[in-house]
């Protein structure tokens, strides 16, 4: 049983360790996507898509404290963001505290999820509370 | 892009409406739930099933082939008969579908009808997830997109809260609404939060039901001897799927595109309208269409609903049936039941809910993907 949470296929760690998510950039109109998929571009049709990693930093456009989910494994409450990436796409993720439009995040891989080992990519704004096990 | 529109073809009228209530899960089969709603259409218009040349049936959750298993028990007519799923949007484009094959002059009375039950529908695997896509249930984009709008135009919780509050007035006054019971602010309010700012009362119910409406020609008004002051024009039929908008919802940029082709097929504007039925399957998304629809400016509904603009009796309803959020959102039905509103209140039937010299109406769904369907009813007389 995997984690309800985590999608580890999607980030991984940069040169320096900071966490990177697997982005597409499009060979034909340059356009960069997330997450990465094989079928092709959204913009211009390409098939062509080269792998990038985006920098997981960006600013809070949305924030929304969940209070019930369908999935009794997944504890609530918890915050989603939606993150205006500084390398481009709008995308949601998890926010490790609480967080409002505006704020600066940046990812950071924490354990604590459902399996043992998996480090789930957290947003977070620099003041904000380390979660269980602490950063990365 | 589409190459011709429903003004090309001959017109084509709204001639019977009929619903089964919308309501939570029973054991009543969903052809019982069909029927009734054909049934009724069919009195309402005064025509018989042997009248109907085509059937066009907007599911999504009951199982491949729900059309002929249920209407053959109105005789077994050998009439063409076609499910069409587009998510929320389903009935809605059954609906297109009927009326484009009558303007298209291959039918002169065609039915269109929603019927669903809930059940575990699943959108298409396509292998592909976002990092949250499984904590993100709808009722938590739509928080995301509250935040935004309030956070951009200085809106309040309380002020996003009040269109469920008119729409539970609405749905009190509609017989076939699955909340049919008035709620306060404070009641909306009090409701348990599910995600963000919205309540329980702020997030549609999706239950059972049915909704048919038969689409006939000015031929089969003539040929059928049928009521012409009954009969509601369907002026535009516009369909489209999302395109890229940069960082703009794109719900609401799909449904502004959708709407202006819509008002180009009619021949009118926004300011023509006087019943509009949204898919308001939560608060937020009320404020957000009724702009992109053009009945106001960015960030202007919130205020133009807290003076009464969108009430009955305002300056254009907004979901007088209830709309999502209290009449109900059974999927299959939705679309075809917001023709039958449409259709009612531009007849003068509306009741108590009756918008005063209402001629103009809009009916707008969204279906997950996304596909916007909008349709515009007009009295021609
Ligand atoms: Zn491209």
């Known amino acids: ?49 080269l ?27 918890f915050t989603i963001v939606s993150v205006l990436l500084d390398d481009g796409p709008l995308i949601r993720g998890v926010h490790a505290g609480t967080a409002r439009a505006g704020d600066r995040v940046r990812a950071r891989l924490e354990p604590g999820g459902a399996v043992p080992d998996l480090l789930e990519l957290r947003f977070a704004t620099p003041a904000s509370p380390a979660g269980p096990g602490g950063g990365a | 892009m589409m190459r011709g529109t429903l003004a090309d073809l001959r017109p084509v ?60 028990h109105l005789g077994a007519t050998g009439i063409p008969m076609t499910q069409v799923e587009n998510a929320s949007a389903s009935g809605s484009s059954a609906f297109r579908q009927a009326c484009l094959e009558v303007a298209a002059g291959l039918a002169d009375v065609s039915l269109a009808l929603g019927v669903d039950k809930p059940s575990r529908v699943r959108a298409a695997p396509t292998g592909v997830a976002g990092l949250a896509d499984r904590l993100v249930v709808p009722a938590t984009h739509f928080a995301l997109l509250a935040d935004e709008y309030m956070d951009r135009h200085g809106v309040t919780a309380e002020q996003v809260a009040a269109v469920a509050v008119k729409n539970h007035r609405n749905g009190s006054r509609n017989p076939f609404a699955q909340r049919r ?30 909704a048919a409406a038969l689409v006939v020609s000015g031929e089969a008004v003539e040929r059928l001897g049928l009521d012409p002051a009954r009969c509601v024009g369907v002026t535009a039929s516009a369909q489209r799927s999302e395109r890229l908008y940069g960082t703009a919802d794109p719900d609401t940029e799909l449904t502004r595109e959708t709407a202006g082709e819509a008002f180009r097929q009619a021949g009118i504007t926004a300011a023509d309208l006087d019943v509009v039925e949204v898919h308001d399957a939560f608060s937020i998304e009320e404020l957000l269409y009724a702009e992109a629809i053009g009945l106001c400016g ?16 305002g300056r254009c309803a907004v979901s007088p049936s209830g709309g999502l959020l209290a009449m109900g959102h059974p999927i299959g039905p939705t679309g075809v039941g917001q023709i039958a509103e449409i259709t009612r209140q531009l007849r003068g039937e509306a009741g108590d809910r009756q918008q005063p010299g209402a001629r103009t109406g809009l009916a707008h769904m969204l279906g997950v993907g996304a596909v916007c369907v909008i349709h515009v009813l007009q009295r021609l007389d």
């Not at chain 1, 930093?57 to 609530?76: C, L, Q, S």
């Not at chain 2, 960015?298 to 009796?313: I, K, S």
């Open chain 2, 13 to 72: 009228y709204v001639a019977g409406i009929g619903l089964h209530p919308y309501r939570r899960l029973s054991e009543t089969p969903y052809v019982r739930l069909g029927l009734t709603a054909v049934r009724s259409a069919l009195a309402d218009a005064g025509l018989a099933w042997t009248d109907v040349d085509s059937a066009w049936t907007g599911t999504a959750g009951l199982g491949m082939a729900a059309s002929r298993r249920m209407l053959r």
């Open chain 2, 298 to 313: 960015a960030g202007e509904a919130a205020g133009l609903l807290a003076r009464g603009a969108f009430d009955v009796g």
């Open chain 2, 181 to 210: 019971k008035e709620r306060t602010l404070q009641e909306v309010m009090d409701e348990p939060a599910v995600s963000g700012t919205l309540t329980r009362l702020q997030c549609c119910p999706i239950g059972e039901g049915a």
């Open chain 1, 1 to 49: 049983m995997s984690t309800p949470c985590a999608e580890p296929a999607l980030y991984g760690t940069g040169p320096g360790g900071e966490p990177v998510l697997y982005g597409l950039r499009c060979a034909a109109c340059d356009r960069v996507s997330f997450p990465r998929q094989p079928y092709g571009c959204e913009a211009c049709g390409s098939a062509d898509g």
């Open chain 1, 51 to 77: 792998p990038c990693e985006l920098a997981a930093t960006g600013t809070v456009r949305a924030a929304a404290e969940v209070h019930r989910h369908h999935d009794p494994r997944v504890p609530v409450p």
